[in-house]
């Protein structure tokens, strides 16, 4: 995986000093489609949607902030984007297997 220093991302430092935090997802754009790594950690499925509704909103804020889009429109075309996939009704997962942990083969 080779990724420019300008696209990394960084464990915010209140995550990193939390013994509680949980990390939830992974994502990748990988050969021209999503590729995620989930955990689904909550026991009610709406505290992953709620989280997601976060996630778009910090997603157009950054887009405003490195593109210079407007922040209202850059979360309306994400919400587009959602309602696109959940309306074609078409995604399929695929689950890779699982990899020993390393010293036990």
């Known amino acids: 995986m080779s990724e420019a220093s300008e696209f990394m991302l960084t464990t915010p430092e209140s995550v ?5 935090a949980i990390e939830i997802l992974r994502m990748w754009w990988s050969k021209d489609e ?6 689904p950690a909550f026991n009610d ?7 997601l509704a976060y996630a778009a909103r910090h997603m ?17 075309r994400i919400l587009q984007g ?3 996939v959940v309306k074609a009704d078409n ?13 036990n083969a």
Do not use: C, W
């Open 34 to 39: 999503p590729v995620m790594s989930v955990k």
């Open 91 to 103: 995604v399929q997962t695929v689950a890779e297997p699982v990899a020993a942990p390393k010293g």
């Open 16 to 20: 990193a000093a939390d013994p509680q």
């Open 45 to 51: 499925p709406i505290k992953f949607g709620e989280l």
């Open 60 to 76: 157009a804020h950054g887009y405003a902030v490195r593109h210079g889009h407007n922040e209202r429109e850059a979360y309306n």
């Open 82 to 84: 959602l309602s696109d």
